[in-house]
T-cell receptor
Framework: EAGVAQSPRYKIIEKRQSVAFWCNPI?????LYWYQQILGQGPKLLIQ????????DSQLPKDRFSAERLKGVDSTLKIQPAKLEDSAVYLC??????????????FGPGTRLTVL | AQRVTQPEKLLSVFKGAPVELKCNYS??????LFWYVQYSRQRLQLLLR??SRESIKGFTADLNKGETSFHLKKPFAQEEDSAMYYC???????????FGSGTKLNVKP
C-alpha cells in the first residue's frame, strides 16, 4: 500500500511571502492531520479533517494559516503571509479510524519550511 | 496545558543494557497512548499502542493510570534502537492528539 505523500519536500521563502503544502493520504483513510514540528519539539496538531469536514483546528493560527480538503482526499495547507517563526517541518498524517487500528496515524515524509 | 511530558531529551545507554524512556500524561479521562519512533532519515512511525498490549521489536509499555505514566521499556538495547521516540496521547471523545517533545535514544556499541 502506498504511504502518505507530501510535496514539496523542502521550501525556502522570505518572510511575508505565501507558501502552500500538499498532502495525499493513504487511499481510503477518512481522517487527515496536519502537524507543525519546530526543531527540538514534538509535532503539534494544527488541524484535523474527517472526510472533508474539520474536526479540530483549535491550534491553527487562523490569521495566516488555512487548510482545505475539498473532496475528502487530498489536502492543502497554506501560510499567508509567512513569519520567521513558521520555520518548521510540516507533517501530514492519515488514519482509517478502523476499529482494529483505532487512531493509528501514518505519517508522510514532511515538508521542511525555512522562512528567511 | 501540557498533556504529554517526556522529561529526558537524550538518553544514552550501552548495547545490551536495559532502557526505559519515560512518559507522563495529564488527563483525567480514558486516553489512548502511543509510542512513535523516528529513525534517522525515515518518517515518523507507530511503534506500539497501549490497547494492543503487544511487544514490538522487544519494546513494551504499560499504562499506569495511577501514576499517569506510559513508560517504554526494553531489557536489552540494540544499536539499531537508536532513534527519536515520541509519546503521544489521543482523547477518545474529542479525537485530539498530543505529542511529547521526544527523547533521543543513543545506544552505544
Amino acid at each position: 500500500e502506498a504511504g502518505v505523500a507530501q510535496s514539496p519536500r523542502y521550501k525556502i521563502i522570505e518572510k511575508r511571502q505565501s507558501v502552500a503544502f500538499w498532502c495525499n493520504p493513504i487511499s481510503g483513510h477518512a481522517t487527515l492531520y496536519w502537524y507543525q514540528q519546530i526543531l527540538g519539539q514534538g509535532p503539534k496538531l494544527l488541524i484535523q479533517f474527517q472526510n472533508n469536514g474539520v474536526v479540530d483546528d483549535s491550534q491553527l493560527p487562523k490569521d495566516r494559516f488555512s487548510a482545505e480538503r475539498l473532496k475528502g482526499v487530498d489536502s492543502t495547507l497554506k501560510i499567508q503571509p509567512a513569519k520567521l517563526e513558521d520555520s518548521a517541518v510540516y507533517l501530514c498524517a492519515s488514519s482509517s479510524q478502523d476499529r482494529g487500528l483505532g487512531n493509528t496515524q501514518y505519517f508522510g515524509p514532511g515538508t521542511r519550511l525555512t522562512v528567511l | 496545558a501540557q498533556r504529554v511530558t517526556q522529561p529526558e531529551k537524550l538518553l544514552s545507554v550501552f548495547k545490551g543494557a536495559p532502557v526505559e524512556l519515560k512518559c507522563n500524561y495529564s488527563y483525567s479521562g480514558s486516553p489512548e497512548l502511543f509510542w512513535y519512533v523516528q529513525y534517522s532519515r525515515q518518517r515518523l512511525q507507530l511503534l506500539l499502542r497501549h490497547i494492543s498490549r503487544e511487544s514490538i521489536k522487544g519494546f513494551t509499555a504499560d499504562l499506569n493510570k495511577g501514576e499517569t505514566s506510559f513508560h517504554l521499556k526494553k531489557p536489552f538495547a540494540q544499536e539499531e534502537d537508536s532513534a527519536m521516540y515520541y509519546c503521544a496521547l489521543s482523547l477518545y471523545n474529542f479525537n485530539k492528539f498530543y505529542f511529547g517533545s521526544g527523547t533521543k535514544l543513543n545506544v552505544k556499541p
